[in-house]
């Protein structure tokens, strides 16, 4: 999203071997500002996320939410998508680091983005996962894309009841809780990287 | 044989958990949606698993006070009500609330999700507005 985007960006000359000219310093930053509000971007993180920025992301989003005075049913629809498509990045993201065995700690790599447009919330993540992932992964989207408000439900409660899978890690359920919550269907991509592995985006809008 | 009494403090992400042993009362209040919800609900269901053992005639009242919870913790709370539904099939007096602000559609509609799988346990869902 950064790249090719606003003057400091585009014009090579603008840069220098360490990356922004100093002199270009306010230009640059402000054209990326600006393409991120132009974008209608509430917030946009990209790097690595724990449990403990999840729970940050997810207050500042309440609280800006709520300071808008927005329907407390849509608060709850876009904070419950937000947490669902962060966890599942904490979960399946190829990109991780790993703590020591005795430090449980797990930083995994990913992006998430929320904004508004069209008069919706829309909550957009990307990650890489490993090619080994994406049919199965790929497969379970398209199965909800493919159900209306009825089925989602009753697939919800269906896989509720369900013994957990070992494999899995709750990622059915978590995402029919994120098709439940949209308003049109969800949207997804895979952006293949190498032979190893894609980049996978998913769109929600409520 | 007296039990400790079980406790949790509510944390960020984690809810608070209230289990009276003596008092034959469990509530958890506040929302839920730790990234591995056996770490908060395992233990919690070990002790009631426990307390399901010896609570003979006595009445068990359980009361769900919760606001948001992740998927991964709406599994976690499902099979706490079924073992609830199961205790109560062999013949233990349960009650269970679930309490939901009026305007929140989502825990109301949960509580319902969670109501038509229970054939035993005597389940309320009452409409609670939050205090000022």
Redo the contacts between chains.
């Keep these: 999203m950064v790249q090719g985007v606003g003057e400091g960006a585009t014009n090579g000359s603008n840069r220098t071997e360490r990356g922004v000219d100093s002199v270009m310093l306010a230009k640059y930053y402000r054209a990326f500002k600006h393409d991120l509000d132009r974008r209608g971007i509430i917030f946009s993180f990209s790097g690595y996320l724990s449990?403990g920025i999840l729970?940050s992301l997810g207050e500042a989003l309440r609280q800006k939410m709520t300071l808008e005075e927005t329907n407390?049913?849509t608060v709850?629809?876009v904070?419950?998508v937000f947490?669902?498509q962060a966890?599942n990045i904490?979960?399946y993201s190829a990109e991780k680091v790993a703590g020591e065995s005795d430090h449980p700690i797990e930083l995994s790599s990913g992006m998430v983005t929320i904004g508004t447009e069209n008069d919706r919330f829309f909550i957009v993540c990307g990650n890489v996962v490993r090619a080994a992932d994406e049919p199965k992964l790929r497969q379970r989207l398209e199965l909800l894309r493919g159900m209306d408000k009825d089925a989602i439900?009753a697939y919800?409660?269906e896989q509720?009841?369900e013994e957990?899978d070992e494999h899995s890690r709750?990622a059915t359920?978590?995402l029919?809780?994120i098709a439940r919550r949209a308003s049109i269907p969800i949207e997804f991509d895979f952006d293949p990287i190498d032979g190893e592995s894609f980049f996978f985006c998913m769109k929600v809008c409520i | 044989m007296a039990m400790e009494n079980f406790k949790i403090a509510a944390t960020e992400r984690s809810p608070e958990v209230n289990f009276d042993f003596d008092g034959c009362r469990l509530s958890l209040r506040g929302e839920s949606y730790p990234e591995d919800a056996s770490t908060v609900f395992g233990p919690l269901f070990s002790a009631l698993e426990r307390f399901l053992a010896t609570i003979g005639e006595r009445e068990f009242v359980v009361e769900f006070d919760l606001t948001y919870f992740n998927s991964s913790s709406a599994k976690a709370l499902m099979n706490m009500l079924k073992l609830l539904d199961h205790a109560a099939r062999d013949g233990a007096r349960i009650s269970v609330s679930w309490l939901f602000a009026p305007d929140d559609d989502t825990m109301k509609e949960f509580g319902e999700d969670f109501s038509e799988d229970l054939e035993h346990v005597a389940f309320n869902l009452v409409a609670v507005e939050p205090a000022a």
């Design positions: 449990e729970y407390v049913n709850k629809k904070f419950s947490v669902e966890q904490i979960r439900k919800y409660k509720l009841r957990p709750g359920i978590g029919i809780e």
